[in-house]
């Protein structure tokens, strides 16, 4: 079984920084995006940031600039330095990990909450 183990979240004031770690217990070279959701409250779950096997990256507009999204392969880790945090941060973040090959599963963490508050 693929599983993806997240961790790095918490409490932090706004402008303050956290970095969230999403660990594979695969080869991460397998997936051609690993990527990085978020879901606040009452609203829909929306793609963070993304990276594919040739690290081309993607980003929300409203992390860009602030947001970093990386990997390990050695480590079979991918990461997502945040920075400047707003309060509109605030949400259960996800680890995201695809294939992208037909009839294949697509496989979540089982997410990590960031608060973002003074």
């Known amino acids: 079984q693929v599983q993806l183990v997240e961790s790095g979240g918490g409490l932090v004031q706004p402008g303050g920084s956290l970095r969230l770690s999403c660990t594979t217990s695969?080869?991460?070279?397998?997936?051609?995006?690993m990527a990085w959701y978020r879901q606040a409250p009452g609203k829909q779950r929306e793609l963070v940031a993304q990276?594919?096997?040739?690290?081309?990256?993607r980003y929300a507009d409203s992390v860009k600039g602030r947001f970093t999204i990386s990997r390990d392969n050695t480590e079979n880790t991918v990461y997502l330095q945040m920075n400047s945090l707003k309060p509109e941060d605030t949400a259960v973040y996800y680890c995201?990990?695809?294939?992208?090959?037909?009839?294949?599963?697509?496989?979540w963490g089982q997410g990590t909450q960031v608060t973002v508050s003074s």
């Open positions: 995201n990990a695809d294939r992208w090959l037909f009839g294949t599963a697509v496989f």
């Open positions: 695969v080869n991460i070279l397998q997936f051609y995006t």
């Open positions: 990276i594919t096997r040739a690290d081309v990256t």
